[in-house]
């Protein structure tokens, strides 16, 4: 009895090492937890959300909630999504396009120093609206889960949704990375898309600004930005404008 006793003891250790180490894991886990609206993950495709996309969401609120990372750059999503920095900056610049994300710009007076954050408020609003549509539908009209709203849905389901449009504005990106000898960075991303949907520059101008820039030596955003506000002030509205009114001031530098 006292030979089988000493047997069982070193495997009784064992569990028990294991048994506490497992607990130890689990907590660990539970104070690592991030916090995710159900409706996110029930309602992403009918919000024309693609998986890549959602994930992508998910681990902005990862790092915000866990990490106190509101703007991770692209190699820390990488990191923990295995998809290369140019899929990961498109999927950004299209939640941007689509409003699900935008990014906050702060400035730190003592420090001199200014920081970015994502906004996830999109998010949360878009989600919103998307039950209210839900409920105020007629019963007969109600999805069940895993079912679409009508082909408009499924269309807005696919990636990309729009052929054309989104080569036509990733071949702009891929142009401007070039150029710049560098992947852009999301508020460089957000900039772009923001000459396009909000100041309404046509793709050619905003190429000839960048050759601008080149041909000045002065290839960053703030100096093609101010080149397009200049162009806009003088009713420049196409390449053909834009090019008479360089020559003009290259002109009379001379």
Known sequence: ???????????????????????????????????????????????GLSDRECMLLIHLLSFQQNEQNAFPSLEELQAVTGTPMEAIAEQLQKLMKAQWI???EFRDPNAGIQYERYNLQGVYEKLAALLSSQQSSPPEMMPK????????????????PAEQ????????????????GRPLSPMELETISGWLDQDRYP????????????????VHFRYIDRILLEWSRNRVRNAEEAKAYAQKFRNIGR
């Open 1 to 47: 009895m006292i030979y089988m006793a000493n047997q069982r003891q070193p495997q009784e250790q064992v569990q028990s090492s294991s048994q506490a180490w497992a607990d130890g894991a689990a907590a660990g886990m539970q104070q690592g937890v991030t916090l995710l609206p159900y409706a996110l993950l029930r309602n992403y495709r009918r919000a």
């Open 102 to 104: 935008t990014i906050d």
């Open 145 to 160: 889960p895993g079912q679409r709203f009508s082909e408009e849905s499924r269309a807005a389901e696919a990636w990309p």
């Open 165 to 180: 449009p989104v080569k036509e504005e990733r071949n702009l990106f891929r142009i401007f990375e070039r150029e710049f």
């Open 203 to 218: 793709d050619e101008l905003i190429l000839l600004a960048l050759k601008e820039a080149v041909f000045a030596g002065k």
